[in-house]
């Protein structure tokens, strides 16, 4: 029988918005439209009312309360103009940031499983101090005694497709935009359940950035961040702040809420509906098993793009190309259709530890029959299923559980080998089928060992974390290196396989050498004297950054394109300051490797020797960086210039400037771009010394070829330079994303630019080039987005530009300036 337990008396005549318990359901804080927040204690002990603690109102705030978000014993609340945090065993609370907004915004604590043991001693703090409540107390910006590595990360809601990371103790780290990366095509909802023709193309339509409040945020699947509005569903990785997806089939959405991977929704018109998020590949294999072939064919259909960029297989095509008939296949000839491709997602989920991004998929389970699928594993340190009766898959490859090891299944693969070889031997007849089909299943028996013998070593690498100290960390190196050579010994004969094997270790190499990195502090590169580990943290940089760049067979590097900034920089830059005093081999190596990190090199290289070195010029020519280029020339002295001279020849004539043979890669020959390295060294030395160094470069070089533009930015670089303006003109066309720059001009101003140009030049100029908008000044501008962050309309909305024009920061955001006159704003608001 139902039974009342207590009753709150706190909010009469007022909406209550929303509820939110506490860490172990003892407690629930409730929060109404006039901004007061009341709680309720629920104790197992109570007898007809008897030891029940009264509800009692904790703050009265300045507006309607949003959103309540609780981590032990922390309160994070948001209204309709601020977020405030609360320390309810303190009973202090503070606002989060100084910028007030004006509607629905979200906040919420980023619970992932990263988080969720550092809270049970805050649990167990809180059940002590359960009675002691009364009003909370407000505290000015700064003070507080939170601990903030003990509580995850907080994010906020801000206007414009924007959210706050917060610390604990209501500090902005920074902001995340998510209005240029919502410009992308929603996803559908598949739903089982209805044999549609959902896999037809669909008409392409174009999808602009996206300005919308958040206006709930809920953590989903433990690491994603979930929001809703009337007729939107929107998942985003606040760590990448990347949009993972969204959907728009639901258009009077009035409530949401998520559990694990799954997003409960209500609708307007009562109805409730279930969306589960889920991989693309997973799916597919489980529809397989249960025997859905007409929905699982479906959708790969539906999917056809994505698969192929998983999968590079005839499989795939094989699939496609029965789109317009498989509708009269029958179950049997539909799962043998679908049987290689199974087979391959089966094999690509056990080699990788990552998922394809663009795989991820939304299915509605509302009306699915499909029942006791796989449970979400949510902990990183839980190899247990859960057997609940729903749909659903596991989200994250990187907190796979791995257990058990079978390092010493070497002895047990030549049994198998041998026995093989003896039954073919006896078997007289040589059928050349059984032979096949042992072979086959050896192969698969071979397989499945390896990938068995790699779960120890992604559980061991699991285990790394940012707080080791060397001891730990070095114990965990060794035994991950052990283990891994030993697999590598192991299956190193085996010439069948020799492509899988090399995939597959790769991969978990790849995936261990990530997590190392990324649990490694830059003080300890800085301070240990371990050189174990100091050799593991390099050889991880280098393989992780060294698989883009191509190579002479020398070991030099070739001449790239463009020089990509390396994963971990600050790692590599850590590195090169620890080697430049004590081996220079090993910093010229790391730098071959990863070509990028002379740039950063060359600096710390000069600041402590002075002299540049033959080999030095060899290795920046050799690789035509236009950056390390304007880092080298102003240090070079007559001799280097005599050597330029050479090596230029030999770089013209295709070949390396170490071993002679040639590096051309087919007829892509990459040259230097003097005009760009010029360039570059007047905005870093100003224009007196890139004049000088183009002077030496004409001796040098005769015949340079370099721009007029050059020259053009120099005469007026200089002139700038001498009425004390510090910047450099750039008149070079051919830049590289020139197009970016926008120009705006009023109709007036551009026909007065015209009249006098055509006077000065005696030739006809085309309007055109002024630009055609409402600006009055007829300038180049570049800016991040074509609309002003204030009323998030079009920069060249004649309306709102009269005579005031556009405001344009350094960081190349632009207002209208009688929408920053109007919000009373003197600096870019986007960067609080």
Known sequence: MPKLIVTSMEHINEQVNCLCWNDNSSEIYIGDSNGKISIMSLSIFTVNGMFQAPACTLMNLDSAIVQLSFSSPLLLVSTLTRCYICDTVQEQYKQVGNKARNGEFGACFYKTYLTVSK??????????????????????????????????????????????????????????????????????????????????KQMEQTWLPQSINFSHLFVIAEKYLFSYTSNGLYIVDPMTATVVLWNNEFSNITMAETVENRIYLMTSNGEFHCL???????????????????????????????????????????????????????????????????????????????????????????????????????????????????????????????????????????????????????????????????????????MHRIQTDLEAIYTLVGNIRLSMNEVELETLILDIDWRMNVIKDVYETLTDLKSFVYEILRSAELYYFNTLLENTAIQLIQSTDNKYIIKQITKAFVNINAQIYRRCTCGNPCPTNELAEPKFLGIGRSLLKRFVNENKEQCISLCNRVPYMWREYLPLYVEQHGVLMNDLLRQCLQIRDNIVLSILLPLLDGKHWNLVTTYVKEMEGGQCLFCGKSIKNGNNEISIQWSTVIHEIMKKQAPDIAMTLLVKLEKAIPNVPIDKSIFQSLVFTKILYQHGLNRVINFNKSTPGLSEYNMMCSTKIRDQLVEVLEKDLNRPINKNVFGNGGHHWGMHFQNKFSTCPCCTLSLQTPVLLGNNGIAIFGCGHAYHVNCMIEKKLTTCNLHS
């Not at 199974?342 to 056990?350: I, R, Y």
């Not at 791995?402 to 003896?422: P, Q």
């Open 119 to 200: 809270s049970i001693t805050n649990i167990q703090k809180e059940e002590k101090l359960v009675n002691r409540k009364r009003s909370f107390d407000f505290i000015p910006e700064g003070i507080s005694s939170v601990h903030e590595e003990n509580f995850p990360q907080i994010f906020c809601a801000r206007p414009g497709s924007r959210l706050w990371e917060v610390s604990a103790n209501g500090v902005v780290m920074k902001t995340h935009q998510f209005k240029e990366a919502l410009a992308i095509s929603p996803v559908t909802i598949y739903r089982p359940n209805i044999k549609t023709f959902i896999y037809q």
């Open 276 to 446: 589960i998020l889920s991989f693309l590949d997973s799916l597919i294999l489980q529809l397989y098993n249960r025997k859905k072939y007409y929905e699982c064919l479906e959708l790969c259909l539906l999917h056809k793009v994505e698969l192929k960029t998983l999968i590079n297989s005839p499989e795939i095509n094989k699939i496609c190309d029965i789109e317009n008939k498989f509708q009269i296949l029958r179950d049997d000839e539909l799962s043998t259709l679908l049987h290689p491709l199974t087979l391959l997602l089966e094999s690509n989920s056990k080699k990788s530890p990552e998922k394809l991004d663009s795989g991820i998929v939304v299915v509605n389970s509302g009306n699915s029959d499909l029942k006791d699928e796989e449970s979400f594993r949510h902990k990183s340190h839980c190899s247990s299923q859960n057997n609940e009766s729903s749909y659903e898959t596991e989200l994250t490859t990187e907190t796979n559980v791995l257990v058990n090891v079978a390092i010493d299944s070497s002895n047990e693969i030549k049994v198998d080998k041998d026995a093989n070889c003896n039954a073919s031997e006896e078997e007289s007849n040589g059928k050349e089928l059984s032979e096949t089909k042992q072979k086959l299943n050896l192969n698969k028996n071979v």
